[in-house]
């Protein structure tokens, strides 16, 4: 082999090696930044599927790979982030999101006049910038610049290393007859787009590569549209092989990705033929990267468009793809009572991996609360049919304390932002207090099942305190949840109002009670089970303090 021809198939490889790093470092940088803004974002996605859209963009634009966000969403249907409809408006967005990327790279087409304004002509010095903002500045916010300079440099560096291997050779036959073959069969030049995004699994580089051969003019506009719509398939495959061992509507969330991309794939492949039919000097002619850009921008903003309003449909045709089982369908009512899937393919974008952990929480938060309010019904009220309820709620807040610590292990292992390691620290001391709000309840439960077994009661008096406060001990824990939830200020301030409320109650009613127990006007067995109970609220309240002040260190 001629060494020159070697030596350009390693400046190829190496140039793509450089692209695809650089997105990489970009997109982690910038997830950095971005931090708790996409948190919020992703707390109201679950209520618009409009947003949804945007939100979808927005990761792509960031990770740059509309295949990586897809595998994201596969991961929050699977743990129940996401339903199936708000999941079509998030993959629509993603694909609009890819072309971000392709906009960037096409500024390299711009002319000789104007090459001080190509990202390739100043890409060197974006990296040297963001070497000195990692190497001398001791401030986070400039570090993460620096590192996404670093990444944006890279990123056009490797474009320029790609484009000047292929440029010697873009007046061989062997580039124009490919081409030429390309355009001629639609069904082929889908394969081959398909084909190169699934190896590498990112149509915004394989967008990439074909804008690369754009810029030698060498590319046709019928090939160009029909690779094109070949790598919008092909980024539907890392999300189909992740979806393995996943829940059913995990499953059909890439399958409806993928009808969605195939859909629009058909549509204007049908529409280039037939204008490649009517108008060959128009398909045939060359094509550059700024209009590859437009037609990728085109293409995904007009199936989204088309689209959008059939999600519903979407969601219907991938449940006749992907159909449920038997038992799965009779377990359908109970599903809410499922414990979530803490899903690790989230794990691609460590803000939504940490915002999962934030979800699941307060998730965990909701049950310990329900339990305690189940447990207080048992109390107070006599609801002896409930205490098999109340136990096998605790035995779930367990199982779901174990998966959550788990989880949140990994989540510290990944790259995280300052912020977000006390918050995953804080999430870590939050679990635990919850837990124990869960066996503070439990203890309640068992002592009702005492009183039952042995015949005892309290005095109505006894009653009517109790009632009070295990409202003000429930109270506490309902706004800590709250605060953890959406971090409000108010519920933080409520949550101290009514620990300081329960630990006044706790005094008082322990010397009443003793008072009563001296006039023979209760139990003495009875007395110790009272005694006990207050003591237990008091640390509910104690635990439920905890949980908001974790929340008030991170506003």
């Avoid at 850009?293 to 449940?319: M, R, Y």
């Avoid at 049950?367 to 309010?373: C, E, F, G, V």
């Avoid at 008082?508 to 009670?513: G, I, P, Q, S, Y």
């Amino acid at each position: 082999m001629n060494i020159g021809y070697l030596e350009s198939i390693f400046s190829f490889l190496g140039g793509l090696g450089m692209f695809l790093y650089g997105m990489s470092i970009m997109g982690d940088g910038m997830q950095k930044s971005a931090g708790s803004k996409l948190n919020k974002f992703l707390r109201m996605v679950t209520d618009n599927r409009l947003l949804a859209v945007g939100l979808g963009a927005l990761i792509t634009a960031i990770l740059h790979s509309s295949g990586a966000t897809t595998v994201m969403v596969v991961g929050f249907v699977n743990a129940g982030i996401l339903n199936l409809t708000q999941a079509v408006g998030v993959i629509m967005g993603a694909n609009i999101g890819t072309t971000i990327t392709a906009w960037m790279v096409s500024l390299n087409s711009l002319g000789d006049a104007m090459k001080v304004l190509q990202p390739s002509f100043f890409a060197p010095l974006v990296v040297a910038i963001g070497a000195a903002f990692l190497m001398f500045s001791k401030k986070k916010k400039e570090s993460l610049a620096g590192e996404i300079c670093i990444g944006v440099g890279l990123l056009f560096v490797g474009l320029t290393f790609m484009s000047g291997s292929v440029a010697p050779y873009t007046d061989a036959p062997i580039f124009a007859k490919a081409f030429a073959v390309l355009g001629r069969n639609p069904i082929l030049g889908i394969l081959v787009g398909a084909l190169v995004t699934a190896i590498i699994q990112s149509s915004t580089a394989s967008v990439g590569i074909l804008q690369t051969l754009a810029m030698s003019g060498v590319v046709s506009a019928n090939a160009a549209i029909y690779i094109t719509l070949g790598q919008n398939i092909g980024s539907c495959l890392t999300a189909l092989l992740s979806s393995a061992g996943t829940s059913r509507n995990a499953k059909r969330a890439s399958v409806i990705h993928l009808t969605f991309n195939s859909f629009g794939a058909i549509v204007f492949g049908i529409g280039m033929y037939i204008i490649s039919m009517m108008r060959p000097d128009i398909a045939q002619s060359s094509i550059n990267s700024f209009q590859i850009s437009v037609f990728h921008t085109f293409f995904n903003v007009t199936n989204t468009l088309l689209l959008f309003p059939f999600a519903k449909q979407l969601v219907a045709f991938s449940g006749l793809i992907v159909r449920e089982t038997g038992e799965e369908e009779a377990k359908k009512e109970t599903k809410e009572d499922e414990l979530p899937v803490l899903d690790e393919r989230i794990f691609k974008s460590p803000t939504f991996a940490l915002e999962v952990g934030v979800m699941e929480v307060v998730h965990m938060g909701k049950m310990a609360l329900a339990n305690l309010k189940l447990a207080t019904s048992v109390l107070v009220e006599n609801k002896y049919e409930c205490l098999d309820e109340v136990f096998k709620n605790e035995a779930e807040i367990d199982i779901l304390n174990k998966k959550l610590t788990e989880y949140l292990i990994k989540v510290n292992n990944l790259s995280l932002n300052e912020k977000q390691k006390v918050q995953v620290s804080n999430l870590f001391y939050s679990i635990s207090d919850l837990e124990r709000v869960g066996d503070h309840a439990e203890n309640l439960a068992e002592a009702a099942q005492y009183l039952k077994e042995h015949g005892l009661a309290f005095s109505e008096t006894g009653i009517e305190d109790l009632k009070e406060i295990s409202s003000a001990a429930i109270g506490a824990v309902d706004h800590a949840v709250a605060a953890r939830q959406d971090g409000g200020m108010e519920d933080i301030r409520q949550v101290s109002k009514l620990e300081d409320r329960v630990d006044t109650l706790e005094e008082e009613m322990r010397d009443k009670h003793i008072e009563r127990l001296s006039k023979n006007e209760c139990n003495p067995s009875a007395g110790v089970v009272f005694l006990d109970i207050l003591s237990n609220l008091e640390r509910i309240s104690d635990h439920a303090y905890n949980v908001a002040g974790y929340v008030k260190d991170e506003l």
